[in-house]
């Protein structure tokens, strides 16, 4: 190694030294909260992330209206092709389960036991969806679920 390289390497060594006590000094004290949602984060979504699943899309049997479920038990929500990667949230006031298969080539599926925020916002299921899919939802006894653009 000449001697150009061996000071390029320490200056490369002191530059990423600098940079974590930069960073470190920037963060916050505290432990965070994996629920918060980062403004710069949801900036970016909005500019070129997928979009959410038009709810006019979804039929379902437990469908009151477009966009509106009422699942007693368990009600199968059949998206049709939304032509790329989208996004179907839905949301409730009360826990609810859902099924659905993973996008791309995967061959598997995936359940998530979703419930409430401690904020009262109530309960969000984001799914990603990138093909016409039949997503399962089932609440025990019963619950309101809409399907949001957002």
């Keep these: 190694m000449t001697g150009r390289q061996k000071v390029l390497l320490g200056a490369l ?4 030294v600098v940079l974590f006590v930069v960073a470190v000094g920037v ?3 505290g432990r965070g909260d994996p629920s918060a949602r980062s403004g710069l984060v949801d900036l970016l979504g909005r500019a070129g992330g997928t979009s959410a699943v038009d709810p006019t899309t979804v039929d379902a ?5 477009p966009g509106v479920l009422a699942v007693t038990g368990d009600c199968a929500l059949r998206v049709a092709d939304p032509g790329g990667l989208r996004t179907l949230i839905l949301r409730s006031p009360e826990a ?16 998530d036991d979703v ?4 904020d009262g916002t109530g309960a969000v299921a984001r799914i990603a969806v990138d ?3 039949t997503v399962r939802v089932s ?7 809409t399907i949001a653009r957002d």
């Design 13 to 16: 060594g002191v530059l990423l």
């Design 27 to 29: 963060g916050g004290g």
């Design 61 to 65: 049997d437990c469908a009151e209206a």
């Design 96 to 111: 609810f389960t859902v099924e659905a298969p993973a996008p791309g080539d995967a061959e598997f599926t995936v359940e």
């Design 115 to 118: 419930t409430p925020a401690d």
């Design 131 to 133: 093909r016409a899919t």
């Design 139 to 145: 609440c025990s006894g019963g619950c309101p679920v």
